[in-house]
C-alpha cells in the first residue's frame, strides 16, 4: 500500500461547481498535513496546511480525519484558474521537520 | 526575496557523465529536500537534510549523492548519469507553514 493515496482523477467540472478530492494515508505517526497545487511544468505551490479542526481559506476547505486517516480539499465556486493537478502531502514528525511524502496527484479542469 | 534557487534549469548529459544539480534558498530554513518527479510517478523524495550537517535517504536514492554545505545550500550530484535519471528535480526548504519549491531541473541523459 502507498504512504499517501490520491484520487487520481481526472475531474473535469464546470466554472461554479464545487469539487472534493480525497487523500488516504497509511502511516498513523504522520503529523503534518498540506494541500499543494502544481500547474503544468512548474513547481508544486503551497496552497494550504490542514488541521485537526479544519480550515478555510476562501473557496478552499481542508478538513482532516485522523481516524480514518484521510485529508480532504473541497474547492466551492471553481474558476478556470482552479485548473491544475493538486496534491496532497504527509509529514511524519519528530522533534524536528521530517520526510515530505507526496500522493500522485488528482488532475481537475474547470471549463467554461 | 529569491526564495528557493536552482541551477542550472535545464541540462542534457551523455550516460556516464556527471553533473551537480545546485540549491540555495534565503529563507534561514533548517530542513531542505531533492524530489524528483517523472510522468504518473508524482513526486519522489531522493534525499533531505534536517539540518546542516546531517543528510538522510529517501525512496529513491541510488545513483545520488548529496551535500549540505551550509545552512542556504543543499547540492545533488549524479557520479555517473543513466537514462533512468532523465526527470524533473525539484529542491525545496521546509518553513513553519510547508515546504518551499525551487522552479526545478529539466534534466535529459541521453
Known amino acids: 500500500r502507498k504512504e499517501v493515496e490520491q484520487d487520481p482523477g481526472p475531474f473535469n467540472v464546470p466554472e461554479g461547481a464545487t469539487v472534493a478530492f480525497n487523500c488516504t494515508y497509511s502511516n498513523s505517526a504522520s503529523q503534518s498535513f498540506f494541500w499543494y497545487r502544481q500547474d503544468c511544468r512548474k513547481e508544486p505551490k503551497l496552497l494550504m496546511s490542514v488541521y485537526s479542526s479544519g480550515n478555510e481559506d476562501g473557496r478552499f476547505t481542508a478538513q482532516l480525519n485522523r481516524a480514518s486517516q484521510y485529508i480532504s480539499l473541497l474547492i466551492r465556486d471553481s474558476k478556470l484558474s482552479d485548473s491544475a493537478t493538486y496534491l496532497c502531502?504527509?509529514?511524519?514528525?519528530?522533534?524536528?521537520?521530517?520526510?515530505?511524502?507526496f500522493g500522485q496527484g488528482t488532475i481537475l479542469t474547470v471549463h467554461p | 526575496n529569491a526564495g528557493v534557487t536552482q541551477t542550472p534549469k535545464f541540462q542534457v548529459l551523455k550516460t556516464g557523465q556527471s553533473m551537480t544539480l545546485q540549491c540555495a534558498q534565503d529563507m534561514n530554513h533548517n530542513s531542505m529536500y531533492w524530489y524528483r518527479q517523472d510522468p504518473g510517478m508524482g513526486l519522489r523524495l531522493i534525499y533531505y537534510s534536517a539540518s546542516e550537517g546531517t543528510t538522510d535517504k529517501g525512496e529513491v536514492p541510488n545513483g545520488y549523492n548529496v551535500s549540505r554545505l551550509n545552512k542556504r545550500e543543499f547540492s545533488l550530484r549524479l557520479e555517473s548519469a543513466a537514462p533512468s535519471q532523465t526527470s524533473v528535480y525539484f529542491c525545496?526548504?521546509?518553513?513553519?507553514?510547508?515546504?518551499?519549491f525551487g522552479q526545478g531541473t529539466r534534466l535529459t541523459v541521453v
Open positions: 502531502v504527509v509529514e511524519k514528525g519528530g522533534t524536528s521537520y521530517g520526510k515530505l511524502t
Open positions: 525545496a526548504s521546509r518553513a513553519n507553514s510547508g515546504a518551499f
